[in-house]
């Protein structure tokens, strides 16, 4: 039985805040929570729970902790009986495992939305004592709001991610004088909140033993790390991968078997991650905060305020290339090593200019596929919007399967090429190994294929002649290979959008003109992408 902390009934609703908020790198806090809402709806994905994302209601509750919340991007999950309240907290937990939609490794509090909680409509809240899951049922009402209101809605949220964070009720906790207005004990809303009456000195000391409460630039230890490296609560990846691609990520022959073949790769990854030496760690941080500056300054704040999170990881795996898990940036010893010999903390701002821009520009372009994993309806607006992409399921093809390259930071391969010239006609773009040997080289043996597809009523498969799959290399896809400025990872939107933002960030980073000022290129892509950047990354 999990212990779930009850606030019991509040009146009115609950605002909780916006992830997208301008804020200055400079004025960032030096620790962040970060929160996945989870919107609950019926088992026909209609009538979802109540909630309004809006600006910083809670943070005042904590600011003298030095913590922001990060909120992600919200998704909905279809349950009546969750939703309504027909069934216990235990209960929607066990589901929702089964169903995968928690997000992170105990390291992300994942806020459930509900319209009741164990019957009762709210507004009320639960929050798990030590644990990484919140409940909040909203109520019907429907008053106008004031001040007390509001104070009332970010108490709520204070509360019982406070119960997460491992604090008790005030009444509950020795260490706490329950006379005084406290987030944990009574008083006046707008008194509870108050960052001179919110945390004690003694709850601050608490809640920074937590596993939800993260540095902004972090560096994850072995234990930690090789639990994370595994982390498919985003997308899948392992459950996914096949016995060619496994034995060419890890250069290792793997077992034949297919369920034996998905175990030996989590345990090889798992066994891959290393230390970070301090120098290493010396010089990320370094490179982090000038680029969140530029960041800030630039107003691209969803990257600014999206926390930096590193895995080392051994040469051998994935050929040492930097690629990402969750919301981790993986990073190889050889390149890391590369780093530290030409790193000095005396160095001249030429040699500073050098090192930011290159590596900068490496950790931007992993950062942005994070971002795709947490914000993902604002690129699959870029994506389908803006550069015409067809997001579609694809029959699938064993020859192809058996085949493929899952690539860890576009794994879903469900983005269709639209034929300009051809209404209904379009391309499929796959990394297949070609070399039929036991363990393939990185690179070396992977080609970009585009495959033709047709539609058949709802369904899309791959075109196919005289029993063979039509396809030829991306190479010869040149109305679409001209159609963006980068020529490398066109196999995949979101490599389009990590290595276009990466160029970016290269050719502006010391650039005196403001990011708003620049004038435009003459290829349209481009274009749509600095307009979307404008809009999608305030």
């Known amino acids: 039985m999990k212990k779930f902390i009850c606030l019991g009934k509040l009146i009115y609703a609950l605002l909780i805040i916006s992830s997208c908020s301008p804020i200055k790198s400079d004025n960032l806090k030096s620790k962040v929570i970060i929160i996945q809402p989870i919107i609950t709806q019926s088992d026909i994905s209609d009538g979802p729970a109540k909630i309004n994302l809006s600006e910083k209601l809670v943070e005042k509750a904590y600011s003298k902790a030095d913590i922001d919340f990060l909120y992600l991007e919200p998704f909905y999950y279809n349950n009546s009986k969750a939703r309504d309240g027909e069934i216990n907290l235990d209960s ?80 509950d906790d020795v260490n706490i004088v329950d006379s005084l207005p406290n987030i944990q004990g009574d008083g006046a809303f707008k008194d509870r909140i108050d960052p001179k009456n919110s945390l004690t000195n003694y709850q601050i000391s608490e809640i920074k033993k937590s596993p939800l409460v993260h540095s902004r630039i972090s560096f994850l230890k072995k234990e930690k ?6 982390d498919e609560s985003f997308e899948p990846y392992f459950s996914k991968l096949q016995r060619k691609e ?27 991650v290393m230390e970070f030496s301090s120098k290493e760690e010396k010089i990320l941080s370094f490179v982090v905060k000038k680029t969140n500056r530029w960041l800030s300054e630039n107003e691209i704040n969803l990257m600014a305020n999206q926390p930096w999170r590193f895995i080392k990881i051994q040469n051998w795996l994935c050929g040492g290339f930097a690629h990402t898990r969750g919301t981790y940036i993986i990073l190889s010893q050889s390149y890391l090593e590369t780093l530290t010999k030409d790193w000095s903390e005396k160095m001249d701002k030429e040699s500073e200019l050098k090192l930011v821009k290159s590596l900068g520009g490496l950790l931007v372009h992993e950062q942005m596929h994070s971002l795709q994993r947490t914000f993902k309806s604002k690129f699959e607006k870029l994506y389908s919007e803006n550069w015409k992409f067809k997001k579609k399921q694809i029959k699938d093809e064993k020859e ?90 066109l196999d995949h939107p979101n490599e389009i959008s990590a290595y276009m933002f990466s160029d970016f960030f290269r050719k502006n980073y010391n650039s005196r003109v403001t990011f708003l000022e620049r004038e435009t290129q003459s290829n349209n892509n481009y274009n749509l992408f600095l307009n979307w950047i404008k809009e999608e990354m305030k």
């Open 246 to 272: 496994i034995s060419t990520f890890v250069q290792e022959s793997a077992p034949i078997n297919i369920d034996s073949a998905r175990a030996f790769a989590r345990k090889k990854f798992s066994s891959a």
């Open 225 to 230: 790390a090789s639990i994370a490296i595994l």
């Open 92 to 171: 929607i937990v066990n589901l929702a495992k089964r169903d995968k939609i928690l997000k992170g490794q105990n390291d992300i509090i994942n806020m459930f939305f509900v319209n009741a909680i164990d019957g009762n409509a709210g507004p009320t809240g639960r929050g798990m004592m030590n644990g990484n899951i919140v409940f909040i049922a909203l109520g019907d009402n429907n008053k106008i709001k004031n001040e007390d209101n509001k104070s009332m809605e970010a108490f709520l949220i204070a509360h019982e991610v406070g119960h997460n964070l491992g604090l008790k009720h005030v009444v």
């Open 400 to 489: 192809i399967i058996k085949n493929q390259v899952s690539n860890p930071d576009a794994p879903i391969a469900e983005w269709l090429i639209s034929d300009p010239k051809i209404q209904g006609k379009f391309f499929w773009v796959r990394t297949l190994i070609t070399k039929n040997i036991e363990i393939p080289a990185m690179g070396r043996d992977f080609v970009d294929v585009v495959f033709e597809i047709f539609k058949d009523k709802e369904n899309y498969s791959v075109k196919k002649l005289n029993n063979v799959l039509l396809s030829r290399p991306l190479s010869e896809l040149t109305f679409y290979t001209n159609s963006f400025p980068v020529k490398r990872g």
